[in-house]
């Protein structure tokens, strides 16, 4: 059974950083592309990043692009969301994601739960 | 960017109706185009992919068709446990995009 459980988030005042992970089981990790998608409340859902089986093809959402990194550690089965110079507008649910294949120019077949980003002061 | 469009954004719908929601990409996506289900406090479900394969364990009730620019996600005989948000979402290129969401109501 595909599980993705993230962590990391929380409450960050405009302007810090906050790192999220999501460990994955349930599947062999490293032949997939992964992914970021994130639900600010009461909206619909965002693409924020996604990132190969092999870290070669990365994107980002215009929106994030430069404030945010995804990175992964397939020796750990984990993905990561690096994020800097956070907004009042970032304040979302974040959820992990898997792809269908290993690029990242394909679908999502499963998520996670998701982790909670709250920014404000 | 790939804007994604969908019609309506709300619609009422009868137990045992069928349903229509349309998706419409600012560009050709080829069939790169995923169906997902959301319901409230709960993650997103997958539905559709490639625009007309249906995800392992997603009833048959459940169709979608199109290409390039103009697809639909068809729902048949529905059922109390399928009104919920729909969303439509772009993968032909970075970066992906979704649809705004179709809420699907009782009547």
């Known amino acids: 059974e595909v599980q993705l459980v993230e962590s990391g988030g929380g409450l960050v005042q405009p302007g810090r950083s906050l790192r999220l992970s999501c460990a994955a089981s349930?599947?062999?990790?490293?032949?997939?592309?992964m992914h970021w998608v994130r639900q600010a409340p009461g909206k619909g859902l965002e693409w924020v990043s996604g990132?190969?089986?092999?870290?070669?093809?990365?994107g980002y959402a215009d929106s994030v692009k430069g404030r945010f990194t995804i990175s992964r550690d397939n020796a750990k089965n984990s993905l990561y969301l690096q994020m800097n110079s956070l907004r009042a507008e970032d304040t979302a649910l974040y959820y992990c994601?898997?792809?269908?294949?290993?690029?990242?120019?394909?679908?999502?077949?499963?998520w996670g739960q998701g982790t909670l980003v709250t920014v404000s002061s | 960017d790939i804007q994604m469009t969908q019609s309506p954004s709300s619609l009422s719908a009868s137990v045992g109706d069928r349903v229509t929601i349309t998706c419409r990409a600012s560009?050709?996506?080829?069939?790169?185009l995923a169906w997902f289900q959301q319901k409230p406090g709960k993650a997103p479900k997958s539905l559709i992919y490639?625009?007309?394969s249906l995800q392992s364990g997603v009833p048959s009730k459940f169709s979608g068709s199109g290409s390039g620019t103009d697809f639909t996600l068809t729902i048949s005989s529905l059922q109390p446990e399928d009104f919920a948000t729909y969303y439509c979402?772009?993968?032909?290129?970075?970066?992906?995009?979704f649809g705004q969401g179709t809420k699907l109501e009782i009547k």
């Open positions: 994601a898997k792809g269908r294949g290993y690029s990242g120019y394909d679908d999502i077949d499963y």
């Open positions: 490639a625009a007309s």
């Open positions: 990132i190969s089986w092999n870290s070669g093809s990365i």
């Open positions: 349930g599947f062999t990790f490293d032949d997939y592309a």
């Open positions: 560009q050709g996506i080829s069939n790169y």
């Open positions: 979402q772009q993968y032909n290129s970075y970066p992906q995009t």
